[in-house]
């Protein structure tokens, strides 16, 4: 079973390369989470002593151990989730999103992703027995689209005061691709420091898709983009966090003949395959929406109906379909 700890000490490495590692990871955990090359390049020691660093801290946390499906089991049991705001959203989810696994909404203009993802900023600080896990967000905005002003409306559901609420939820504004992927390959500390227990990309292709046009450059695209990915699913596992992507749809012409069905997630194969949980997003009637579970390895291909109010996520009455 895999445990944590920040005893760097039990590294049977130099002073020097063990310093540059604590200044760099905040735990064993996160050290043995980060590939040898990665260690090289970010705490400048030789390609040896990172390989060494790092197998040892894989020892003694005992990543290298296989343990049982039962445990498993008992594992995504036990998962803490935090809820969206509407039962019937959070029945599709399983309860609500998980920690460990990074979690995507797609859809078209004013489907809800940002809204949901807001929703979930405010959530996240709420104690277990409400559906949050007691900790912080970290909002990562690629689109300029961070409201404070309608988290705040939003805030006033659970309180007189929002402004702990919005102190507790940190933002970065990334320009560009290299900008978004520096800031979630530095995130460690931040992480550590602030207990952040959700991160939110808001949204994961705008960068993407505006600096990798063309055939020609999908080659270079998929290959950073599965880099980012990886990074992301070490960061969930390893803080036991929620990460949530949210995306742009595209109509795809192999499926011509399948009406509505025809519009998947944006990013193409390459991106696809790396969150747990992908959901599509839709308008309906006024204020309702709709979720569909769209791909994932546990959920059943179902639909939720929910409100956008100006108290944010809310159940609503069930659509005459």
């Known amino acids: ?19 540059r590692l604590q200044e760099e990871f905040p735990s064993l955990m996160a050290l043995a989470a980060t590939p040898p090359a990665e260690v090289m390049k970010r705490c400048e020691v030789s390609k040896s002593s990172a390989e060494r660093a790092v197998n040892q801290a894989r020892k003694i946390i005992g990543m290298n151990q296989p343990t049982t499906a039962a445990s498993l089991l008992k594992k995504e049991l036990d998962r803490p989730r935090i809820t ?5 959203l959070d029945d599709i989810l399983g309860g609500g999103i998980t920690v460990g696994s990074i979690t995507e ?7 809800g992703k940002t809204q949901i993802s807001f929703q979930l900023c405010l959530n996240v600080q709420r104690s277990v027995e409400d559906g949050g896990l007691a900790g912080k967000a ?13 988290v705040a409306e939003m805030a006033y559901s659970y309180t007189d005061d929002p402004s702990e609420y919005l102190q507790n939820i940190l933002v970065s504004r990334a320009y560009n691709t290299d900008h978004q992927i520096q800031l979630i390959d530095k995130a460690d500390k931040i992480l550590e420091k602030n207990n952040i227990r959700l991160i939110i990309i808001d949204s994961m292709a705008s960068h993407f898709r505006a600096e990798f046009p063309g055939k020609e450059n999908l080659p270079r695209r998929q290959q950073t983009l ?6 992301l699913q070490r960061l969930a596992e390893s803080y036991n966090l929620a990460i949530i992507t949210t995306n742009q749809i595209l109509s795809n012409p192999d499926n011509l003949f399948s009406g509505a069905n025809n519009l998947e997630p944006a990013l193409g194969f ?3 395959h790396r969150p747990t949980h992908r959901i599509l997003l ?6 309702a929406r709709i979720a569909r579970i769209f791909d994932s390895p546990e ?14 996520i809310r159940d609503g009455p069930p659509l005459d379909y």
């Open 105 to 111: 909404f797609s859809g078209a203009f004013a489907t």
């Open 270 to 272: 390459a991106w696809g």
């Open 138 to 150: 970290l909002f990562l905005d690629t689109e300029n689209t961070f409201a404070p002003a309608r």
């Open 1 to 19: 079973m895999v445990s944590s700890t920040n005893d760097f000490t039990k590294l049977t490495i130099a002073k020097e390369v063990r310093g």
């Open 226 to 231: 599965m880099a980012h990915a990886e990074t």
């Open 299 to 312: 959920l059943a291909e179902r639909e939720a109906v929910y409100h956008i109010t100006p108290q944010g």
């Open 282 to 287: 839709r308008k309906s009637r006024g204020t």
């Open 84 to 88: 969206t705001s509407s039962q019937s």
